[in-house]
């Protein structure tokens, strides 16, 4: 005959300080969900478009068997020496970047110091730089980025001298950044307080040890 066994099982805030925390680490393994970066890429390309940033795309399958458009940024993060972002692109002057990056993110004083030098050296070339980001190698961060910086002149100008090492560095400030921006939110979402409020929402029990149960 079939042994019948009770267990009494516990809701997260029944448990004790030392359940709660093996419940935290069971949750936690379980890591953020799928494509939870969507919001920093969302803000990203944003920031972009602002800058006179238009980002390379890639397709990308469909569970559907169709394909779409996603744009070129990768990641890899968050402990190992050599993680980072980088982003494949084209950029040219926006008209304006500086004050529209002001009313984007008025406090942002990382964005703003990079419109103010794209446009600083912009000026210095009459408007007329361009130019194209590529990435290199199988790492991501924004070393991976390879910047081929152009003038288009119509009386064959040269980009000035410091052009290629001002706009290299703006770009690779502006990978550092989004690296930030997904550090944080990474961090927010595997903090005690997200993991508590998942757990809370989706009704998980546990034992009285703080194993899952159910």
Known sequence: MPDIICTTVYQFPELSDTAKEKARSWYRELGPHDDWWDAVYEDF?????????RLKTTPVRLMSGGTRQKPCIWFSGFWSQGDGASFECYWSHALGAAAHIRDYAPTDATLHGIADRLQAIQRRNFYQLAAEV???????HEYTMSVDVTRDSSIWQPPTEDADEIVTEALRDLARWVYRQLQAEYDHLTSDEAIEEGIIVNEYTFTEGGRRFG
Do not use: T
């Open 45 to 53: 390309e944003r920031v972009c478009e602002i800058l006179g940033i």
């Open 134 to 140: 590529s990435h290199r190698g199988r790492y991501y």
